[in-house]
């Protein structure tokens, strides 16, 4: 065990330098990449319910904007700290690059626990926020967002704060509003969605319809239902569905071999994503202990659930039928597993990609607020295939060309492609 | 001047003179005494020299004169008289020195003076005469009431005047003199009092000191006091009947003001209706005499079916809501809000309704059926329901019934259960006794049928073995327990086929569950459900009620709007009114099939769009699009029902002097109270005992800062993550695999039996450095769930609560508790968690390397076989964690005041884990290995490490061959008849209701060869499974391990 305090940021930066190497990047490049641009910290008066006034500490961190204007969410977090909001706002840089939107990293942050805030303070908060950092954002300039915590209200607030001090309509200065309220259609979906667009793409390169695979998927929460509706949509077979049964504190996996009817199962779920285990039998499913969605004969595993769900010892029981694993989730397969994925030849599509659909759609959300125009939901769905379907085949080109793990060649792609705007702008 | 025009002066100033006197005498807000003194002022300006002339007046024993009557020369006295009899006089004087010249009188002067008497004499006789006519009659019809007349006027004129009345009545024998204190030898008679003399007495005691009016109104409220004694002789007889009483209440109501301090006679009835018809136990007859009128009770008389002789009363769960409603009926005068939360309409049947009917049915001889054995009662308990319930009710009950159905017509009825010893000085009995609902719907005979059927059962319910386990536990066997009924409207309206409130709940007066420190006790807590409450009364673990600090209800326990969907409740209860059913179903299929039709709907939910919470009014509200979420926002924001509740509480619990707890509903335009009863009970756990005389190397962390209540036994073992070694961890991988650890920890270690530390937040879902990664499921098995506080991390000294499964916590009823080492007053030791044996790399070697970080401590084999037990009290904001001599058994939730109870064990526990382990090997030598292809069986769990309880299953662990899915079915079939059967015994044995006893794991070669699942448990350290049968030759197993 090492000495040292986890540090996230140190750890972005770890995988950073990683990539540079590969790249050969200039050392200009690299100290310009390794760390933000801007950070500003600031503290937040704010008048409490009871008349009295506390202070929060809060962040504004913009990692690189050389591709666009920063993007990145707003978290309240009682132990927030400046490394978090570093390494956070470069993974942003990172993922905008992989998607291609012409958007940069940022993160923000609050020290509070809004558990102890009412809502009006919470309010007060949001638009103190806004009130010091008024001039540093805008739609052209650094679009907040979303994140711990934090929600649509708050950033209805924010926004609202933003245009009286700015004395006009600025709808684009952050994203995850309501609908109605200048967000967009089909945010819904987006996640679950654009993971099935980038399955779809790559079963297409390999020439195997989809309507001849099968998968498994663990979880079954929003976007683990949405990936599935997709997908059986397309004429893939769900075979076995797990999630977890509030009831009995534990896992179950739902198994049926004639492929499962999502709409069916959606209908008997709650809101923790448990889906009804006696009306499940009663629908003919077969019920599995919950981690047996794992050990399914099908040719895709979904993991969109957990993290760390993918182990060594998991990819050795894997059914050998396994051709590819797409992480829905953020981070479900350890470290160590990718070694051994690797070796098997099983395909592995990066949740860094896959999941992009979420902050593409944001990205979307923006750009129907700049122009004041809003699009139907297939329109949205529609720009979201194509902007995924696009990002994984240069992902995939690059992986096949250089024999790469798909893991790395999304991060590859991502870095060079800010190191060119980098250096196209003649900042390195 | 001439002469004549003097003598027409004269003759003036005597007329204005009597002008004057005339109008002091009519006026009757004067006191006598206070008009003579007047008088003596007046009369001299009658006469030829005012300034020279002085008047005295004596009345009975009193003389009124003018300053320095004394010095004056008495010039005339004219007598007062009253029938032929002189009364006093009045007289005129003259200090000659103030005179020029003669200082005889005129004639006219004479004749003035006369008058005069003669008015005064006129106006004490009219004074008189009512009072004395009055009190003749009753000196002829009642002398006993003159007597007690007099003796209410020495006490209320000693009041009034003071000790200057006294002697009015000192030759009267009204009472005796001297002390009733000290003597040992009998008292004297007192002598008959002259009627005649004392009426006297009255009369001018009445006459000297009191105005006329009051004097009047107070005779004539005495007297109707005394015919009141008609009442108190009707309350007095035991066996008057209750229709009796109700009509001489109503007699005496109408009659008689009460008055303000009740009188003495008011406080003996109300004593004596409480304690007939409430209850008899002192607090609860105080609180009653405090606020509660005469009157009040005709409301619970006119609708108690009683017996004829009428010895019950209506029980303690009807007393409570009774006595509640009253109190805030009368602080609704203070507090405006109050007057419109209404009470359902209620009918008592009485608990002696219950003695009839034994006698009715020759059921006598169940009186006696709590001495049985509790296996008897167990066993025969169903054949006392089929009993009951093909008994009948008495005529007379039958009959009162109809006229209950009559009042409440078709609204669907609750049946509930009111007992005498029921909400009693803290004993609950929750869910001991039944609660009936009752659609009450069809013919008038099937609704009448179905209302007998309901209160026969609850009859029977009162030989529930559950119940008289309670009552032996806490020493209430002996007590006279007889059952009430109370038959309420239930509170609602009609929505679709469903009849249900719009919401109903519980609400506490202190809050024991605080989710932020910002939330004081006294703010108290409000737990919400949509339709009937009993999902709100208890804690309902797939379920979360809508939890408010009330006091606050701005600082909501959910904050992002997944969570408040996540955590919003899921069911309701309804009463099915087509189906003639009382109903749990979802909520969605509620909303789906009847939403349109319940009003305000836009009022108790919100509507779940993308991640966004959006409160929508009655026009925007899609019920088939939009996707509903039941969060009562508009309720608690934009209504004043919050308020109310609070006001309620707080007005309750100050009135009792006691927090309380109250149930409501909200019928969609007034909340309806329900119960009301002290604090203490149901889901707040009763504060634990702080131990004063503990070692100081006894106690291992105590803790003073939001504190709930509650109390953990038994803790064998404790996990342990360090703050320092956590922080101290690089990489992410190795922050979860704490909490993977933990998760396995806590499928490993002995249910309810561990206690889990970690530094700040555990189940942290964002940054995993503050606090260990585990989700609930990780943690479900553990006792207490302890979160420190870490000095050394500078970003937040504030320990939030809110670990997001806050509310998964409650309905489990784990507990939680926040500890704040170094700070004043507590006591934490870091050397009991860091220096002891730790086991982690025994029980996970895979998590071995962890060994820094979590550590595992076994507390009896750490500290000579004691166990760690936590004691909780928010009353005292006192926790204490402290090494004792093993308790037998955890009793986490107890109900009830005497929590000493709890701690002596019973033996029987003992047994508990002996038949198990008995028949354990039972099931293992017979059981037929070869043919189910069963290698070993083995004994793991609570009945292996020997603390099994009542309420443990016995978990088997088989070491099978691959089995053919016959085989499989074979032995899991032999294996259920096995499971069922012990469960039926145990249930004989203890009452604790289990469908299956066994829970058996069946392991694989290869999963012992991998380790995995269970069969980890075969070559545990910490607690290894026991070998009671291996087949031989096969006994592959430890080879492997």
Redesign the interface.
């Known amino acids: 065990m090492s000495g040292s305090t986890y540090n996230p940021f140190e750890i972005a930066q770890e995988q950073f330098d990683n990539v540079a190497e590969i790249l050969e990047l200039d050392s200009g490049t690299r100290e310009l990449l390794r760390q933000p641009m801007k950070e500003i910290h600031f503290t937040i008066p704010v008048k409490m319910d009871d008349g009295s006034t506390k202070v929060f500490k809060a962040f504004r961190i913009k990692h690189n904007d050389a591709r666009g204007p920063a993007k990145g969410g707003i978290r309240f977090h009682p132990h927030e700290t400046a490394d978090t909001v570093r390494a956070l706002s470069m993974w942003m840089t990172w993922k905008c690059a992989v998607v291609d939107i012409p958007l940069g990293g940022g993160k923000g942050g609050v020290v509070c626990d809004p558990h102890n805030l009412s809502k009006s303070e919470q309010e007060r908060l949001c638009r103190g926020y806004i009130r010091q950092l008024a001039n540093q954002l805008g739609p052209n300039l650094d679009v907040p967002a979303p994140d711990v915590m934090t929600n649509g209200q708050h950033m209805l607030w924010m926004l609202d704060e933003y245009e009286a001090i700015t004395g006009g309509r600025y709808p684009g200065m952050i994203t995850g509003k309501p609908v109605g309220m200048g967000g967009s259609l089909g945010r819904t979906e987006a996640t679950g969605f654009g993971v099935i667009y980038v399955l779809k793409s790559y079963l297409q390169e390999i020439g195997l319809p989809v309507a001849s695979t099968t998968a498994s998927i663990q979880g079954f929460g929003n976007v683990a239902e949405y990936a599935a509706r997709m997908y059986t949509e397309l004429g893939g077979k769900v075979i076995a569905v797990s999630c977890w049964n509030q009831k009995d504190a534990r896992s179950y996996t739902f198994k049926k071999q004639g492929g499962c009817d999502i709409d069916e199962l959606a209908a008997i779920k709650d809101s923790f994503g448990s889906i009804d285990k006696e009306r499940a039998l009663a629908l003919g499913y077969e019920l599995l202990p919950g981690e047996d969605w794992l050990k399914q004969d099908v040719d895709i595993l979904i993991p969109a659930a957990l993290e760390n769900q993918i182990t060594p010892e998991a990819v050795k029981n894997l059914s050998s039928q396994v051709k590819i694993i797409c992480e829905a989730a953020n981070g479900p397969t350890t470290p160590d597993s990718d070694p051994l994925i690797q070796e098997r030849g099983i395909m592995l599509l990066p949740d860094f990609l896959c999941n992009a659909g979420g902050v593409t759609c944001s990205y979307f959300e923006q750009v129907q607020c700049n122009m004041n125009y809003f699009w139907g939901k297939d329109e949205v769905l529609e720009k979201l295939e194509y902007a995924m379907t696009k990002a994984f085949h240069a992902v995939y080109k690059l992986a096949v060309e250089k024999d790469l793990y798909m893991r790395n060649a999304a991060y590859i792609i991502a870095i060079n492609r800010v190191s060119d705007a980098v250096k196209l702008r003649g900042w390195a | 001047m001439n002469n004549y025009d003097s003598q027409l002066y004269e003759r003036a100033k005597e007329l204005e003179c009597l002008y004057q006197v005339d109008e002091v005498l009519q006026n009757k807000g004067l006191t006598l005494p206070d008009a003579m003194k007047k008088l003596v002022e007046l009369i001299p300006l009658g006469f030829t020299q005012p300034p020279a002339c002085r008047a005295q007046i004596s009345l009975w024993n009193e003389t009124y004169s003018s300053e320095d009557f004394s010095q004056a020369q008495v010039l005339y006295r004219s007598p007062l008289k009253i029938a032929d009899e002189q009364i006093g006089e009045v007289a005129v004087g003259c200090i000659c020195e103030l005179v020029d010249g003669d200082c005889s009188l005129l004639i006219n002067e004479i004749k003035l003076l006369d008058t005069i008497a003669q008015r005064i004499s006129q106006m004490t006789l009219e004074k008189q005469r009512e009072l004395l006519v009055m009190l003749d009659m009753l000196s002829n019809i009642d002398p006993d009431m003159l007597l007690r007349i007099g003796e209410k006027m020495r006490i209320y004129l000693k009041k009034k005047v003071g000790a200057e009345a006294d002697h009015l009545f000192d030759d009267i024998n009204l009472e005796l003199k001297g002390s009733y204190g000290e003597l040992n030898t009998p008292m004297a008679k007192p002598s008959l009092t002259d009627a005649a003399d004392l009426r006297t007495k009255l009369v001018a005691a009445a006459a000297a000191f009191l105005p006329q009016g009051d004097m009047y109104e107070l005779i004539s409220r005495w007297i109707k006091e005394q015919r009141v004694l008609a009442l108190v002789k009707t309350i007095d007889n035991k066996d008057t009947s209750i229709r009796n009483i109700l009509d001489a209440l109503r007699r005496y109501t109408k009659e008689v003001k009460s008055s303000n301090p009740p009188s003495t006679i008011e406080t003996w009835l109300i004593a004596e209706l409480a304690h007939r018809f409430l209850s008899t136990d002192e607090d609860t007859i105080n609180l009653v005499l405090d606020n509660l009128k005469i009157a009040d009770f005709e409301s619970i008389l006119e609708r108690i079916i009683g017996s004829s002789t009428s010895r019950g009363n209506i029980g303690g769960k009807g007393a409570g809501l009774f006595i509640a409603k009253q109190i805030l009926r009368q602080a609704a005068e203070a507090y405006p809000e109050l007057r419109d939360i209404r009470t359902p309409l209620t009918w008592y049947l009485a608990t002696d309704k219950m003695v009839d009917f034994l006698h009715y049915n020759n059921l006598e001889e169940l009186n006696s059926y709590k001495y049985n054995s509790l296996f008897d009662i167990r066993n025969t308990y169903d054949n006392v329901v089929s009993r009951i319930k093909n008994a009948s009710l008495p005529p007379h009950t039958v009959q009162m019934l109809h006229v209950v159905l009559e009042e409440m017509g078709d609204v669907p009825l609750i049946v509930r259960s009111s007992s005498l010893l029921e909400d009693q000085r803290g004993d609950a009995f929750s869910g001991k006794y039944k609660s009936l609902f009752l659609p009450n719907k069809g013919t008038r005979n099937q609704r009448l049928e179905a209302l007998k059927d309901a209160i026969l059962e609850v009859y029977s319910s009162m030989y529930n073995p559950d119940a008289i386990q309670y009552r032996l536990e806490r020493g209430l066997l002996n007590s006279i327990e007889q059952m009430g009924i109370l038959i309420q409207e239930v509170i609602g309206c009609r929505v679709g086929k469903y009849y249900l409130p719009a919401f109903s709940g519980v609400a506490f007066s202190h809050n024991l569950l605080r989710?932020?420190?910002?939330i004081r006790r006294e703010d108290g807590l409000l737990r919400l459900v949509m339709g009937l409450g009993t999902r709100a009364v208890d804690r309902v673990?797939?379920d979360y009620p809508i939890l408010v600090s009330l006091g606050?209800p701005?600082?909501?326990?959910n904050?992002?709007?997944d969570d408040i969907?996540?955590y919003?409740p899921?069911y309701i209860d309804l009463i099915n009114l087509e189906e003639n059913r009382f109903e749990t179903i979802e909520v969605s299929r509620f909303l789906r099939e009847a939403g349109d039709q319940l009003p305000d709907l836009h009022k108790y939910v919100s509507v779940y769009?993308?991640?966004?919470?959006?409160n929508k009014n009655s026009y925007s509200l899609d019920i088939k699009k939009d996707e509903l979420?039941v969060t009562f926002q508009h309720i608690l924001t934009s209504s004043d029902i919050p308020k109310k509740i609070k006001l309620m509480l707080d007005v309750l619990s100050k009135k009792m002097d006691n927090p309380v707890d109250i149930e409501f509903a909200y019928d969609g335009s007034e909340i309806y109270l329900l119960q009301c009863r002290p604090q203490g009970s149901g889901l707040n756990s009763i504060p634990a005992p702080i131990p004063q005389n503990l070692q100081h190397q006894d106690i291992v962390f105590t803790a003073n800062r939001y504190i709930s209540n509650g109390l953990v036994n038994g803790i064998t073992h404790v996990v342990f993550v360090d703050g320092e070694g956590y922080?101290?961890?690089?990489?992410?991988?190795?922050?979860?695999s704490v909490g993977?650890a933990v998760g396995q920890l806590n499928q490993i270690l002995p249910r309810r039996k561990f206690i889990l530390i970690g530094p700040?937040?555990w189940g942290s879902?964002?940054?995993?450095?503050?606090g260990v990664r585990v989700?609930?499921?990780d943690i479900?098995g553990t006792a207490a769930l302890i979160e420190v506080a870490g000095a050394k991390?500078s970003?937040?000294p504030?320990l939030?609560?809110?670990t997001h499964f806050f509310q998964d916590l409650v309905e489990s009823g784990i507990f939680y508790i926040p500890l704040y080492p170094g700070s004043h007053g507590t006591v934490w030791k870091e050397g009991f968690f860091k220096s002891n044996h730790n086991l982690l790399g025994r029980i996970l070697p895979d998590f071995a390397?962890l060994s820094?970080v979590i550590r595992v401590i076994d507390v009896p084999a750490s500290c000579f076989g004691q166990t760690l037990s936590i004691h909780m009290n928010s009353d005292q904001e006192k926790a204490v964690a402290f090494l004792t001599k093993p308790e037998p058994a955890a009793y986490s939730h107890p109900e009830g005041s005497d929590i000493q109870r709890f701690f002596q064990k019973t033996q029987e526990d003992q047994g508990h884990w002996q038949w198990r382990h008995y028949m354990a090997q039972q099931i293992a030598d017979t059981m037929d290995m070869e043919g189910f292809g069963v290698k070993g069986v083995y004994l793991i769990g609570s009945v292996n490490t020997g603390d099994a309880g009542m309420g443990s299953d016995i978990d088997l662990l088989l070491h099978i061959n691959e089995l053919s899915q016959e085989q499989k079915c074979t032995l899991e079939g032999w294996l259920d008849g096995w499971s069922r059967a012990l469960a039926k015994i145990n249930y004989l044995q203890t009452g604790h209701v289990m469908n299956k006893m066994l829970d058996v794991h069946m392991v694989t070669d290869q999963d012992i060869r991998e380790g995995s699942s269970f069969a980890v448990k075969i070559n545990s350290l910490l607690d290894p499974a026991a070998p009671l049968r291996i087949l031989s030759g096969k006994t592959g197993l430890t080879d492997n391990l």
């Open positions: 989710w932020s420190p910002r673990k797939d606050q701005e600082l909501t326990i904050q992002t709007p969907r996540h919003s899921k769009n993308e991640g966004f919470i959006e979420v922080r101290a961890l690089s990489s992410l991988k190795e922050l979860y993977e700040g937040r879902r964002g940054d995993v450095r503050l989700t609930f499921s479900s991390n970003y937040s504030e939030s609560f809110g390397w820094d």
